[in-house]
């Protein structure tokens, strides 16, 4: 089945992933800017990191036939820097305009922090005077549930923010429901270590509904799995759930999700059409 991998970060990754991507099913990835395994030490090294999203991944995505979209901003774990964050935030308008940049994220909090929270809304103050859309990550572990309370108390002071246009990420069973019914998209993580499993995955699916909701691999530096999605397919299939609801979590979802932003300019393969 052809999906979309809606947070993945291919910068981690080799090139052979890609082509094994591809040869998944994958169609396309879009990759939230995000801490890179170690702190930047100055706003040059977050200019030449979101260089590396907008040019040379695209690129590398393209030789297997991928589509590579991006977002940009300073990460939660460096945002304890707000003097760095600052300078950061002053760049994202110019990346803003390039082909395939989404919008402003992955934002958030890592340890629930002021300075994490100072930084959390200076983005989505630009992100709403900008109009646009925004990708929040929220906390690990025990960090997870009081930081996702914080991040939906910061974004209920923004009257103006269109909801549908913003993905809360990494979301578990406690957290899933307040971003469902504040009218947000809600991001399901696969991941080996923590946050959740295909199986976790698939029950939320019949929890809450296929609606607003996205499945990704998340991809990263850390032990991680970016076939993680194809998981999940196989599991939905074990428990007997329709093709149809299976494409519309891995793949009409987040073209849905994305085509609200202008950058979005996807285009879906040609399915060749079957003899009848
Ligand atoms: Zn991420």
């Known amino acids: 089945m052809e999906y979309f991998d809606p947070h993945i970060h291919m910068v ?52 297997y036939g991928l589509q590579h979209f991006t977002w940009i901003c300073i990460n939660a774990k460096e945002a304890e820097n707000v003097r760095l964050s600052r300078e950061v935030i002053a760049m994202i308008p110019e990346f803003l305009q390039l082909p395939g940049v989404l919008g402003i994220g992955e934002i958030g909090l890592n340890k ?49 923010l269109d909801h549908t246009r913003v993905c809360v990420d990494h979301v578990e069973e406690h957290t899933i429901r307040p971003v469902l019914e504040r009218g947000y998209w809600a991001g399901m993580t696969l991941y080996p270590t923590s946050k959740c499993t295909p199986a976790r995955a698939a029950d939320m699916v019949e929890l809450y509904g296929p609606d607003r909701l996205l499945v990704n691999s998340a991809g990263d530096w850390g032990p991680s799995k970016p076939t993680a999605v194809p998981d999940f397919i196989f599991e939905m299939r074990m428990r007997g ?36």
Not at 20 to 47: H, I, N, Q, Y
Request: aromatic share 12%.
């Open 12 to 63: 981690s990754r080799t090139t052979d992933d890609y082509e094994t991507l591809a040869k998944m099913g994958c169609v396309g990835m879009s990759e939230p800017a995000f801490w890179a395994g170690f702190d930047r030490g100055s706003a040059d090294g977050f200019r030449d990191y979101f260089r590396q999203l907008t040019e040379f991944e695209p690129k590398r995505a393209g030789w």
């Open 112 to 160: 629930n922090t002021r300075n994490e929270s100072i930084i959390f809304l200076e983005h989505c103050q630009l992100a709403t005077k900008l109009g646009e859309q925004v990708l929040i990550h929220t906390p690990h572990l025990q960090d997870k549930y009081p930081g996702t309370r914080m991040i939906l108390d910061m974004l209920d002071d923004f009257s103006d």
């Open 241 to 276: 759930h329709s093709e149809s609801l299976i494409r519309k979590v891995v793949y009409d979802n987040p073209l849905e999700f994305f085509r609200q932003s202008r950058n979005f300019l996807f285009t879906p393969r040609e399915i060749p059409e079957t003899a009848s």
